[in-house]
Every structure is written in C-alpha cells, then in structure tokens.
T-cell receptor, first 113, second 113 residues
Framework: SQQGEEDPQALSIQEGENATMNCSYK?????LQWYRQNSGRGLVHLILIRSNEREKHSGRLRVTLDTSKKSSSLLITASRAADTASYFC?????????????FGTGTKLQVIP | DAGITQSPRHKVTETGTPVTLRCHQT?????MYWYRQDPGHGLRLIHY???????DKGEVSDGYSVSRSKTEDFLLTLESATSSQTSVYFC????????????FGEGSRLTVL
C-alpha cells in the first residue's frame, strides 16, 4: 500500500474561498512535500517542510506538519480558477542511507470562477 | 526548466513485447526516480537510482527493470509488457542543492494492447 494518502479525493470550491487538503503517511520521514499537477502535465513542486518544522508559508500556501499524527495539511488561501489542478503530497524517507520519495493518491481541486 | 526529458512521449505496443523508456537529465544530479501514474493510485514508485549502477526497488517494481550506466540516463525496461502496465510513466530527478525537491519530466504514455 502507498505511504501517503490524501483526503478529500476531490474538492470543489468557489473562487476566493480557501482550500484545505490533508495528507497522512505511515513511517518516519525526512521531509514532506506538496506538488501540483495540471491535467496531462508533469508535477511541479510547491513547498517542502522538514520533519523538525511544524508550519511553513509560501505566498498563498500554508503547510502544517504533525509528526506525532503522521499528517500534514495544505491550505491554499483566496483560491483562483488557475489553482484548479491535482495536488499530491510526497514523503522522503531514508532507505538504507538513500533518499526514497513516495507519493500519495492526490486531491483533485476544482475552483469555480 | 530542470533539464529533464523523457522518450518516447507516447508508445503503443503489444502484449509480450519489450519496451524501454528513457529519462535523460542535463543537471548531473545523483538521484533519479521512475513512477507510474494510474487513476485512483496517484504516483507509485517503481525504481530509483542514487548513482551510476546504483538502483533500488520501489513500491511496484515487479515486471520492471532499470539501468543507469551514465549519470545522465536512467532507463526503465518492461521485459515483456502486459496490459496492466498501460500507464503514464514519469521520471524525476532530485535537486542537487540538498533541498529534496523533485523535478519531473513531461511523462511517457504507454499503451499495451
């Protein structure tokens, strides 16, 4: 089974509202990352939070990490139609001294103009 | 752009035939990853490499092999393609600045008939 799982699987909101996506994972991590994917394209990195950090901001993005609950959330504030995309969390773990990165199942966000 | 290209971008093949997908980077980064993306599963790690001739298995490695004879190229081979390997395959490289960020190629869509 996969390391990470996001919920909800799909989210539809009005432009200007905030969007919150959650990610849960199973094992200890080095860091957790969030990526965005527009339809038919490769993934684009949004933000990374290290295991010793609890919150991070980047523009309209806010990420929190709770290592005790093995969970993270991504908040997009004041959403725009252009934010419509799929969002994935990814966790980096140590595997025999090497960095293994696995992804969750994704949240499909639709922002309605 | 991170200087990562995948080839071919599209391929249709028949069950039982061998297929090789190529990932090429111009960044000289150490880590390279192969993922497959299927509806409902997000991205799943197939194999990854942490240096020339150094590779390891991911979550869904059965039926796949990889090779890395040069830093810039990471090849994914399906020795005998099956219909269950119909998917979109993504290659990624890990940034060399220690940030942990992954840069993705545009994907290779493989259809096995």
């Amino acid at each position: 089974s996969q390391q990470g799982e996001e919920d909800p699987q799909a989210l539809s909101i009005q432009e200007g509202e905030n969007a919150t996506m959650n990610c849960s994972y199973k094992t200890s991590i080095n860091n957790l990352q969030w990526y965005r994917q527009n339809s038919g394209r490769g993934l684009v990195h949004l933000i990374l939070i290290r295991s010793n950090e609890r919150e991070k901001h980047s523009g309209r993005l806010r990420v929190t990490l709770d290592t005790s609950k093995k969970s993270s959330s991504l908040l997009i504030t004041a959403s725009r139609a252009a934010d419509t995309a799929s969002y994935f969390c990814a966790t980096e773990v140590d595997s025999g001294g090497y960095q293994k990165v696995t992804f969750g199942t994704g949240t499909k966000l639709q922002v309605i103009p | 752009d991170a200087g990562i290209t995948q080839s071919p971008r599209h391929k249709v093949t028949e069950t039982g035939t061998p297929v090789t997908l190529r990932c090429h980077q111009t960044e000289n980064h150490r880590y390279m990853y192969w993922y497959r993306q299927d509806p409902g599963h997000g991205l799943r790690l197939i194999h990854y490499s942490y240096g020339v001739k150094d590779t390891d298995k991911g979550e869904v490695s059965d039926g796949y092999s990889v090779s890395r004879s040069k830093t810039e190229d990471f090849l994914l081979t399906l020795e005998s393609a099956t219909s269950s390997q119909t998917s979109v395959y993504f290659c990624a490289i890990r940034g060399g600045d220690g940030s942990g960020e992954l840069f993705f190629g545009e994907g290779s869509r493989l259809t096995v008939l």
